[in-house]
Nanobody, 128 residues
Framework: QVHLAESGGGLVQAGGSLRLTCAAS???????????VSWFRQGSGNEREFVAG????????YYADSVRGRFTISRDNDKNLFWLQMNSLKPEDTAVYYC??????????????????WGQGTQVTVSS
């Protein structure tokens, strides 16, 4: 079982930056190393959408078109942490952001139903 916890959300003005952190705990060491991890977000009244994903060994990263060039996903398997650096934030980035992990051995997927482990979410609000 992998437990995920996000931190780093908050209120920021348009054009600003935030860095979200997701910490993995539980029976995680080998599971986390072998798992693709991603960030999703869900705005008010919207479905949960894929934001960014990173493969097990950080070789591959994937981004939604709406955030490519502004957001960066990274991970540190030794520390069981992964991050989402968000720059040039826009009001439409306002949402609850969730970190998620797949079962070990799977490639990054863009649909939330493929993920087995989720954090509780952290609110990001971008004011205009």
């Amino acid at each position: 079982q992998v437990h995920l916890a996000e931190s780093g959300g908050g209120l920021v003005q348009a054009g600003g930056s935030l860095r979200l952190t997701c910490a993995a705990s539980g029976r995680t060491e080998s599971d986390f190393d072998d798992a693709s991890v991603s960030w999703f977000r869900q705005g008010s009244g919207n479905e949960r959408e894929f934001v960014a994903g990173i493969s097990r060994g950080s070789r591959f990263t994937y981004y939604a078109d709406s955030v490519r060039g502004r957001f960066t996903i990274s991970r540190d398997n030794d520390k069981n942490l992964f991050w989402l650096q968000m720059n040039s934030l826009k009001p439409e980035d306002t949402a609850v952001y969730y970190c998620a992990a797949e079962r070990p051995g799977r490639a990054v997927q863009r649909t939330p139903d493929k993920y087995d482990y989720w954090g509780q979410g952290t609110q990001v609000t971008v004011s205009s």
